[in-house]
């Protein structure tokens, strides 16, 4: 096995998104700022419900695929399509935006704490004008392992293995084959996690101090990850991290705003269809 090691850190910047919710943004911050097939990583939280009250009103995507996944707090999703979905503390909704979905995600709550990611990943050229779908996955529903040392391993897309126990998360058959895992570990905990050489990899830390090797993780920062087969980290102190990897697509990408493409012509045709009705028809 060949572990990885940084390659490069990304650190958040502040920000706000949706009608003026705070949030810090590493991946994504600039468009030539990715990691493909991550177009964007939003880690939003706070205790003050003026810096997220106001939500994410209505608003259109097309190309990629949305990944909310909820620390704490309480937002309801609606789309055009007439879907509804609560996403509560541990919830995942997983969004293929695909050919095009406008949708909102709205606070259910008034006060306390609302914590955590979107992650913005890119669809292949031939699958961007799919129809659109998606999942909302409960806590309940997506599995975890811990072990008498206190390490515990939360998979939502791909296989966590910990102490020769493995888990798969409820999310496969994905072209870019993803591996997302939320990682809890106790001080002078080490874990070790298989990653496809194929694959591109990184780390969120979310809280406290971790090492990979001889080099510290920052916090709120993408630690972007260098070619191997295996990510071996470290707490210093009791650490709680997110371990992303996917295959990159390797094909060209046009952006602008909530819309995702390959080519200028593409992402013309997108604000066209958006501002006719067609995106959604």
């Known amino acids: 096995m060949s572990a990885r090691q940084i ?32 177009l964007m ?13 106001a939500g994410f009103p209505a608003h259109p995507h097309r190309g990629f695929e949305t990944v909310t996944y909820m620390l704490d707090g309480h937002m309801l999703h609606e789309d055009h399509m007439g879907n509804r979905g609560d996403l509560r503390s541990g919830d995942v909704q997983w969004m293929t935006a695909a050919r095009g979905i406008v949708h909102s995600e709205m606070p259910q709550q008034l006060e306390g704490r609302m914590r955590g990611f979107q992650l913005w990943l890119n669809l292949p050229a031939k699958e961007k004008m799919k129809p659109a779908s998606y999942r909302d996955i409960p806590s309940a529903q997506i599995p975890t392992l811990q072990n008498s040392k206190g390490i515990w391993v939360k998979a939502i897309a791909g296989t ?42 990184f780390i969120y830390l979310y809280e406290g101090e971790l090492k990979l090797g001889d080099d510290a993780v920052p916090p709120h920062a993408a630690a972007l990850l260098g070619p191997g087969d295996e ?37 013309e045709q997108a604000v066209n269809d958006y501002q006719s009705g067609k995106l959604t028809a």
Do not use: C, W
């Not at 468009?31 to 991550?38: A, C, L």
């Not at 880690?43 to 009250?53: A, H």
């Open 7 to 38: 390659n490069q850190i990304i650190p958040a910047m502040d920000t706000s998104d949706g009608a003026g919710v705070r949030l810090r943004r590493s991946i994504g911050q600039r468009q030539n700022i990715r990691h493909d097939p991550f």
């Open 41 to 53: 990583l939003d880690e939003f939280g706070s205790d003050k419900s003026n810096e997220y009250i």
């Open 160 to 201: 966590a293995i910990l102490d020769a126990q493995s888990i798969t998360g409820p999310i496969a058959g994905l072209t870019t084959q993803p591996i997302y895992i939320d990682v809890h570990l106790p001080a002078g905990q080490l874990f070790t996690q298989a990653t496809p050489a194929t694959h591109n990899a």
């Open 231 to 267: 990510v071996k980290v470290t707490a210093s102190t009791d650490a709680k991290f997110i371990l992303l990897a996917a295959m990159p697509l390797n094909e060209p990408i046009v952006q602008y705003g909530p819309f995702v493409m390959n080519t200028r012509e593409e992402i």
